[in-house]
């Protein structure tokens, strides 16, 4: 049953000590039986680590609700005050699909896809991020910690800063920051730069990302770069606002997907996952967010072709492939998906018997227990990302494996390459050397697979989401960062 927004009143004009802004609110709507609609906390780390932060310190969230041309009034849920930003359809075709998935994202993603360059709408990104600033302004009390969410929002700072000097303004980019050879394709890239310099602190997952990053704002504003210090120049080019620039690694919340994976019910659910799909010797895993970033396509022809060359048999081996619909409004990801649709049938088509199967394939997203009893059934996790800012799932692996057994192929081009250093790395492009991987991680030493679990465990046990969270904040509130 979805729990209810409280009747605690609705947050006041100026309160709030803590925002977060995202263009999401980390809330869903559930229907009720009586039609009456609650809402219910989105699954996730940033809210799990976040969320004690919000009820300490008076916080507020500002984001879009999920609904379009719906005019929202503030809301209590679970201690958090919910601030919802309203978008119109046309914004969330021009802002959303357009500016913020079909340009910064293929941009961002290494060109995977082309980007497209649209002035209508950049002037839509503009607006909303206009109004998403105007929202977490009217929010804050005096002197306020503001912490603006990713690529969907890079000018908010600069507009926030603009309404309220008197704000600390953190910034953190979930996703890849590209180089500035590629960067440099996008007519916005000084306002894109200048949106971002006005805050306090900005983060990015990897150092390659922020180096990135520091190399375009030197190049296209002129900025002054002493890492981790970027310096801003007025219009008279006398030095300005002083940001920093750094990575910080986002991590999952470690100790629900732990106590998950030690639940008994749980533990036999992944048993029976096994047993539906026929025993097999090795059941191999992706799961992702049906996207061109995430080279399932790469992974299906790898496994295509080691099906076909015989080196796995259909009774030897089990791929689940989980494919969660995401933004099917975009044409790259309409095609995308008959793309994989088209593969996968033709695989299963060829190589499936009565009893077994070569790909099952599940186009849905499922709850996060359902999640975790596949980790546990998974011999193999297969993360074939062309370009990934982090890849949790990689991360969720691992955390479920309490029994130190199981193999991760990992592409090197994921951020979280750079900390879990003792996965089975990849460049999945090499399609050759993806398959050798594959059959590396399917023909695993227990002990060599226990001793390259055991390491990633110990980096993920102690870089949970919380200890992100805090590093962040902690750097933002002190102005340096505490090792
Ligand atoms: O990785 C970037 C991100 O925006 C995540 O925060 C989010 O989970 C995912 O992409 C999908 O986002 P959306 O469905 O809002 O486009």
Redesign the pocket.
């Known amino acids: 049953m979805p729990k209810k927004s409280s009747a605690k009143p609705v947050p006041q004009p100026g309160s709030s000590d803590f925002i977060v802004v995202s ?2 609110l980390p809330v869903d709507r559930v229907s009720s039986e009586d039609s009456d609609a609650g809402w219910r906390r989105s699954p ?1 780390g940033l809210v799990t680590a976040l969320a004690p932060v919000m009820a300490s310190r008076d916080g507020a969230w500002v984001g879009w609700h999920g609904a379009p041309d719906e005019v929202l009034e503030p809301f209590h849920h679970e201690n958090m005050d919910l601030i919802p930003v309203a978008l119109s359809a046309d914004e969330l075709e021009l802002y959303y699909e357009g500016f913020s ?1 079909s340009t910064l994202w293929p941009l961002y993603h290494d060109v995977i896809a082309p980007p497209e360059f649209h002035r209508t709408w950049w002037d839509a990104y503009r607006t909303v991020n206009q109004r998403f600033a105007e929202a977490a302004a009217g929010a804050a009390a005096q002197g306020a910690t503001v912490w603006v969410q ?1 690529y969907q929002l890079q000018l908010v700072p600069r507009l926030l800063r603009r309404l309220r000097p008197d704000l600390r303004i953190g910034f953190f980019n ?2 890849p920051f590209p180089p500035p050879e590629i960067f440099a394709q996008l007519p916005w890239r000084r306002e894109i730069i200048s949106g971002l310099l006005d805050a306090d602190l900005i983060g990015f997952q990897r150092a390659s990302d922020t180096a990135n990053f520091l190399r375009s704002a030197r190049r296209f504003v002129g900025a002054g770069v002493k890492a981790p210090r970027v310096q801003l120049k007025d219009d008279d080019g006398n030095p300005a606002h002083i940001a920093q620039a750094a990575p910080f690694p986002i991590s999952i919340d470690v100790a629900q997907i732990q106590e998950l994976a030690a639940r008994p019910d749980v533990i036999a659910r992944a048993k029976q996952i096994r047993e539906d799909l026929g025993n097999p010797k090795t059941i191999l895993l992706g799961v992702d ?1 049906l996207d061109y970033t995430k080279g399932i396509t790469h992974r299906l022809k790898a496994y295509g072709e080691l099906l076909t060359d015989g080196t796995l048999t259909v009774e030897d081996a089990a791929l689940i492939q989980v494919a969660s619909p ?2 099917e409004g975009v044409e790259s990801y309409r095609l995308l998906r008959d793309e994989v649709d088209g593969m996968v049938g033709r695989l299963n088509g060829q190589f499936d018997t009565i009893q077994n199967t070569a790909v099952r394939y599940l186009h849905h997203s499922y709850p996060v227990e359902e999640m975790v009893a596949l980790y546990l059934a998974a011999d193999v996790m297969l993360v074939t990302a062309l370009r990934d ?1 982090m890849n949790l799932v990689a991360k969720e692996y691992v955390a479920a494996r309490a029994s130190n057994t199981g193999a991760l192929v990992l592409s090197e081009f994921a951020g979280a390459a750079d900390q879990l250093k003792s996965a089975l790395l990849v460049n999945p492009h090499d399609i050759d050397g993806l398959k050798a991987t594959i059959m590396r991680a399917v023909h695993l030493p227990r002990t060599e697979a226990a001793r390259r679990m055991r390491a990633m465990r110990r980096q993920i046990v102690t870089h949970d989401v919380q200890r992100w969270s805090e590093d962040f904040l902690s750097t933002l509130q002190n102005g340096t960062r505490q090792e």
Do not use: E
């Open positions: 263009n999401r996730g998935n990713d979930h996703i967010r995401s933004r800012g």
